[in-house]
């Protein structure tokens, strides 16, 4: 990579708006940005040549979908009118809104938008980049391990089936225990349930982090006859021995390690920032891009905005914030931009449908603070309890809506907050 010199940059590139991140944030902010302005300038970092429907990878787990069903090329996602760069980001220089790109060639921005997503931090855990994909190990969060979950939970019969959340944040924190409601509900239709132990063994201490929806949940456990262990991370996995170690925090801040053998195990990783992230002028002490939480704006430089999971927002890091924070983020561009006048403000909406059998979701909605955000009413569809609707909302009307809606520009349900007041110069 050649030399930059922050001084005397040699730019090779300048946009009124540079965003970093194809994923699902920023392919809907850049939507979102062209619905209100189409002559805007706009470009696009992103090495990827494949977009994901990740929330879709539940149901590819549970046999429902098929993994193909979730992928597109990012060619055919890309907003008309933007710019692609099919490159990565090496590093930032906002003092001079310029980045470096790993082929080194230097960017300029007049406001740039980063949502490069988080890190899967698959290594580590000791041993598990080893273990993935045989020995009965496997996990939701990958595109190519999906199948495997469900060939597993088809193919056992009996045995120890165990299930683990590492500390948060994590997205979609109910990813983990979606996992075990759907292989434990197959087994209970096929009469396997009473030879298979499932196990939650949670690095928190609470099985889902707005109380409003436990309840409904531990009925679940209950009737799948589910252990749940708080306080247990996974740190090592020996997949040919088929042994999974944990440490365990007692009450007293004490820790202990103990090994438990599988015979399936599902695992999420550990998650953060990603390290060209980490490593930026644009990150908080803990990793995460710093930003205002209603504005999303960064609070160290003015025209800098981040949504999606590498920001440091306390919302549930799921796509339903990232369509959400979308049309937040163009408004207020549009604003630094002075094309309109009125900020926009996120409120925390996030939204995880908890997948408790096939069939039935209990559709959890809520905003900072845990405050519940049904977006029907509870007559048509109350989401503290398990129900057909919200199954068929997840299987039906969301995968259309994230392809042909938020990635289109569309805003149903995400027309965002106006303050009542401009912002000041």
């Not at 040699?10 to 209100?36: E, F, K, N, W, Y």
């Not at 929330?55 to 992928?71: C, D, I, K, M, N």
Request: aromatic share 8%; net charge positive; charged share 20%.
């Amino acid at each position: 990579m050649r030399p930059f010199n922050p001084a005397l940059p040699t730019v090779d590139g300048s946009h009124q708006v540079l965003i970093v991140g194809g994923g699902a944030a920023g392919i809907a902010v850049a939507a979102s940005l062209l619905t209100r302005d189409p002559h805007l300038d706009v470009a696009l970092i992103d090495p990827a040549r494949h977009h994901y429907y990740q929330p879709g990878w539940t149901l590819v787990g549970a046999g429902v979908f098929s993994a193909q069903s979730t992928e597109r090329a990012m060619a055919e996602l890309m907003p008309q009118g933007v710019k692609w760069i099919q490159d990565a980001v090496s590093r930032f220089d906002p003092e001079h809104n310029a980045l470096v790109l790993e082929d080194g060639r230097v960017l300029a921005y007049d406001q740039l938008i980063v949502c490069p997503g988080l890190k899967l931090d698959w290594a580590a855990i000791d041993g598990l980049p080893q273990a993935l994909g045989n020995h009965g190990v496997t996990s939701n969060y990958r595109y190519d391990l999906a199948p495997y979950t469900w060939q597993l939970v088809q193919q056992l019969q009996q045995g120890e089936a165990l299930f683990s959340q590492p500390p948060m944040p994590i997205k979609c924190a109910g990813a983990p225990q979606k996992a075990m409601y759907l292989s434990c509900d197959h087994w209970l239709r096929h009469g396997r349930l009473g030879q298979i132990k499932p196990r939650f063994l949670n690095a928190g201490g609470v099985l889902f982090g707005v109380a409003d929806y436990v309840p409904a949940l531990m009925e679940y456990v209950k009737k799948y006859g589910i252990e749940l262990d708080f306080g247990h991370n996974l740190v090592a996995v020996n997949g040919p021995a088929k042994r999974a170690t944990f440490v365990r925090t007692l009450a007293d801040g004490r820790q202990e390690t103990l090994e438990r053998a599988f015979d399936m195990l599902h695992v999420v990783p550990p998650q953060c920032a990603p390290d060209f992230i980490r490593q930026s002028p644009l990150a908080d002490a803990a990793g995460w891009i710093d930003v205002d939480p209603g504005s999303l704006r960064h609070k160290r430089y003015v025209n800098i905005h981040g949504l999606g999971d590498a920001t440091n927002t306390s919302n549930a890091k799921t796509a339903a914030a990232a369509r959400k924070q979308a049309p937040v983020v163009a408004n207020n561009v549009l604003v630094a931009l002075k094309r309109l006048t009125r900020l926009a403000e996120y409120d925390g909406y996030g939204s995880c449908p908890l997948t408790v059998e096939r069939g039935k979701i209990v559709l959890a909605e809520f905003t900072y603070g845990g405050k519940l955000a049904p977006s029907f009413p509870r007559w048509l569809l109350d989401g503290r309890q398990p129900t057909r609707r919200a199954w068929w909302l997840k299987e039906r009307i969301l995968p259309p809506l994230y392809w042909r809606g938020m990635l289109k520009g569309h805003e149903w349900l995400a027309h965002p907050t106006l303050a009542t007041d401009t912002p000041k110069a």
